[in-house]
Every structure is written in C-alpha cells, then in structure tokens.
C-alpha cells in the first residue's frame, strides 16, 4: 500500500524543506565491503552473487524507516513495502530492468529472482513494483573492477541506488567497493551510513 503523506507530520519535514527543490539534493557514499562470505555461499550453493547481494540489499533497510519513504516529483510517498531493483541483460542484447519483493527469506528471494529476471529477459518488457513498493535501484558493471560511480540527479527518479562492478580478491578474503546515492529529503548520512553498516552484517550473516 502506499499513501501519500504531509511531511510536516513526519521527521523529515526540514529536510523536505531544504532539500526538495534543490538543484542537487542527491548525495553519493562509497565503502567496500567484505562479500568473502557471499563468494562461499555462491560457490557452494551455486547462488548468484548478484541475487545474494540483492538479497541483503533488502534485508538491510528493514529497521530503517526512512526508507520506507519517498519523494515522488512534489510529493512525499509512504510505502509499506521495499523492492530491490536489478539490471537484465534480455533476449536482443539490451537491458531490462526487474524489480524483486525484499524478504527475509532467502530462499523464496531467490525463487522470485530467478522467475523474473528470467521472464524479464525473455520478454524485453521491464517489471516495475513502484506503485506499490519503495524500490531500491542497483547496477552491476561486472564487466570491470570500479572504485565507484556518481549517479545523476534526474528530478524524475529520487530512489536509492547502489552501482558495484567485479568484486576483487586480496590474498585469502574478496572486496566489492560500492557507491551508495540517496535523496536527501529521504534520509540523511547518518541513515545512509546505518544501511551499509547493517548491509556489511547481513552479507556476513547468510547461510
């Protein structure tokens, strides 16, 4: 479900002021993260690293309620719910985009994964849960190592989003530098920092 709210009622009502008709209200992190445990896991179970990474994309924002919200052109969105969104190379060479449901299970997150992505490859046709879900954008540039990259502030999409390239291995453990872009109406650094703090436990916390 999803509603629209006044943002004086809601914490973020001076961000909302300050930051909604800047001309640039999006900010960019960067961290690498240790994905040694999500290696394991995909070599063992042979898992995506993708699909697992996605998966404690999701499982990372669910004590943070600031992400359940979202500004939408002038408005301010509550969700009840979060996507994680993923970029699909489909049938005619291009990329389609995918929008997986968050869950705690990683099981029933991998069955969804491996049905759409799959269904939005071989339709060219994008699967898009924004109506009804905060969607948190994600790219894989697995062609190449990046250190990271800055998004653009389109005005149109004010989601979250995340940009990784090849994870890199330095003797025994594997590194994965990520960029992190919010809308500052949405959160501040200090939200954004607790996500990738808590992004870091959940990738070390999978089984």
């Known amino acids: 479900m999803t ?36 290696v394991r896991i995909s070599k063992q179970k042979q898992l995506k690293f993708n699909m697992l990474l996605d998966y404690c994309i999701g499982k990372s924002v669910s004590t943070i309620k600031e992400f359940y919200i ?12 979060i996507a994680v969104n993923t970029m699909v190379k489909n049938k005619t060479g291009e990329v389609s985009s995918c929008d997986i449901l968050a869950t705690d299970n990683l099981d029933d997150f991998n ?45 149109i999409f004010n989601n979250p989003f995340m940009i990784w390239g090849r994870y890199r291995k330095k003797l025994f453990r594997y590194y994965l530098p990520v960029s992190f872009q919010f809308h500052h109406t949405q959160m501040d650094g200090a939200h954004a920092g607790r996500f990738l703090e808590n992004l870091q436990k959940e990738i070390n916390a999978v089984k």
Do not use: H
């Open 70 to 81: 979202l500004p939408v052109g002038e408005k301010l969105m509550q969700y009840d719910t």
């Open 111 to 155: 069955r969804d994964y491996l049905k759409y992505t799959s269904e939005v490859a071989d339709r060219c046709t994008d699967r898009d849960l924004s109506a009804d879900s905060m969607v948190i954008g994600t790219s894989a540039i697995i062609d190449t190592e990046i250190d990271g990259a800055v998004g653009m502030n389109s005005g």
């Open 3 to 38: 509603k629209e709210i006044n943002p004086k009622d809601t914490a973020r009502a001076k961000a909302y002021e300050l930051w909604m008709k800047a001309p640039n209200p999006m900010v960019t992190f960067f961290k690498t993260l240790d994905v040694t445990n999500l």
